[in-house]
T-cell receptor, first 113, second 111 residues
Framework: EADIYQTPRYLVIGTGKKITLECSQT?????MYWYQQDPGMELHLIHY???????EKGDLSSESTVSRIRTEHFPLTLESARPSHTSQYLC????????????FGPGTRLLVL | ELKVEQNPLFLSMQEGKNYTIYCNYS?????LYWYRQDPGKSLESLFV?????AVKQEGRLMASLDTKARLSTLHITAAVHDLSATYFC???????????FGTGTRLKVLA
C-alpha cells in the first residue's frame, strides 16, 4: 500500500486568491508528479520532479509553480486562482528504477468561484 | 505526437459477459500500466507490464502487452457489477521521466 497524502482534500476559494496544494509521500520516491483531471477524464501533467531541487513543466504549467526542497514534499501553488482552475488535482510518486509504477494520492478537489 | 488511445471510451455490458479494452500507444515505451479509478476517487494501480508478451492476471482481469504492435489489452472475464469503474492505461516514455495516460474507458456493468 502506497503512502502518499494530499491536503486539503476539498477547497472552495474565490477568484484571485493564492493557494498551495500539499503533497507528501513516505516511500522515499525520487519522482513526484502533479496532474489535473476533470471527473472521469484524462489526466494532464502539470509539473514533475525527479529529485530534490529538480522541477520540470508539463503541459499545463503556465499558471502554477512547484518546489522540491525535500524528497517527501512536493507542493503546488496557484498564484491567482481562476474558475478555469476548478478541477481535481492528483499527486503521484514513483521510484527511479524498478517497475516505476506511479502511486497516486487521494486528490484535492478545487472549486474556484 | 506522443499519444495513448483507448477504445472503447464507454462500455456498458451485462454481468457474466466477456469484453476487451484496447490501448494503443505511439511512443517507444519500456512499460505499460493499467489503473482503475472509481467515481470521485483517485487512481489505483492494477498491472504493470514490463516486456513484450507479458501477461498479468488478477481475478477477472487479465492484461497483456505486444510491444511490436504497441498494443495492450485488458480482458474482462464474466463481468460483475463491482468492476464498474474507469480504466486507464499509461506508458512510461523512454528517455524521459514522463508518463502519458490514455483517455480512459468508462465501464458500466449492468446487473
Amino acid at each position: 500500500e502506497a503512502d502518499i497524502y494530499q491536503t486539503p482534500r476539498y477547497l472552495v476559494i474565490g477568484t484571485g486568491k493564492k493557494i498551495t496544494l500539499e503533497c507528501s509521500q513516505t516511500m522515499g520516491h525520487d519522482k513526484m508528479y502533479w496532474y489535473q483531471q476533470d471527473p472521469g477524464m484524462e489526466l494532464h501533467l502539470i509539473h514533475y520532479s525527479y529529485g530534490v531541487n529538480s522541477t520540470e513543466k508539463g503541459d499545463l504549467s503556465s499558471e502554477s509553480t512547484v518546489s522540491r526542497i525535500r524528497t517527501e514534499h512536493f507542493p503546488l501553488t496557484l498564484e491567482s486562482a481562476r474558475p478555469s482552475h476548478t478541477s481535481q488535482y492528483l499527486c503521484a510518486s514513483s521510484e527511479l528504477g524498478g517497475t516505476k509504477t506511479q502511486y497516486f494520492g487521494p486528490g484535492t478537489r478545487l472549486l474556484v468561484l | 505526437e506522443l499519444k495513448v488511445e483507448q477504445n472503447p471510451l464507454f462500455l456498458s455490458m451485462q454481468e457474466g459477459k466477456n469484453y476487451t479494452i484496447y490501448c494503443n500507444y505511439s511512443t517507444t515505451s519500456d512499460r505499460l500500466y493499467w489503473y482503475r479509478q472509481d467515481p470521485g476517487k483517485s487512481l489505483e494501480s492494477l498491472f504493470v507490464l514490463l516486456s513484450n508478451g507479458a501477461v498479468k492476471q488478477e481475478g477477472r482481469l487479465m492484461a497483456s502487452l505486444d510491444t511490436k504492435a504497441r498494443l495492450s489489452t485488458l480482458h474482462i472475464t464474466a463481468a460483475v457489477h463491482d468492476l464498474s469503474a474507469t480504466y486507464f492505461c499509461a506508458v512510461d516514455v523512454s528517455g524521459t521521466y514522463k508518463y502519458i495516460f490514455g483517455t480512459g474507458t468508462r465501464l458500466k456493468v449492468l446487473a
